[in-house]
């Protein structure tokens, strides 16, 4: 399990406020970005014949979570529905870099090199990676249950 470092935690949660008020200009650049991608494309055009909310969740949780990201033992019941609807799409640990590599971008696009310097980007890419082995590894587990029953 990867572990945000201090300083990462610090920097994110004093970016957060920023990210979150221009959350939906992130989230639709970011989808822009990860839709390119066939494969990703796929998951979400399965997932959307289910919900017609769609994905504008997705960054929104990292977003939200990210702030809290000093308190993460208390996201349990939001955890295990992201774990369930990724179970039910068939999320794989091999896609979450692209969702990585889609979010970072769309936060550089959304707040300019400046606001989202280097250090600021890799803090977030810290607080997502951390959150992501949570997930990586309860769907895992769901998997290996799926299996197993
Ligand atoms: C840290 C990374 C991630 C977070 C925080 C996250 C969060 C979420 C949340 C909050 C939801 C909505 C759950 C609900 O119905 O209440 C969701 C759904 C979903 N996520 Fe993730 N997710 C992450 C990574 C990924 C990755 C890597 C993929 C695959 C590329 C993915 C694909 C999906 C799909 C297909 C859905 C269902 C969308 C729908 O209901 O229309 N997610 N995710």
Redesign the pocket.
Known sequence: MRTASAAAMEIVKSTAPALEKHGLAITNAMYARLLQDAE?AS??DR??QE?G???R??AG??LA?ARNIDKLQNLGAAVQ??VA??VE?G?RPE??P??ANALLPAIRDVLGAEVATDEVLAAWGEA?WM??DI?ISAESQAYEDAVAA
Do not use: D, G, W
């Open positions: 990703i998951l979400f997932a959307a919900s909310e769609q994905p969740r997705l949780a990292i979570y529905r992201m609807r990724h799409t999320v896609h979450y692209h969702v997502y959150l992501a997930l």
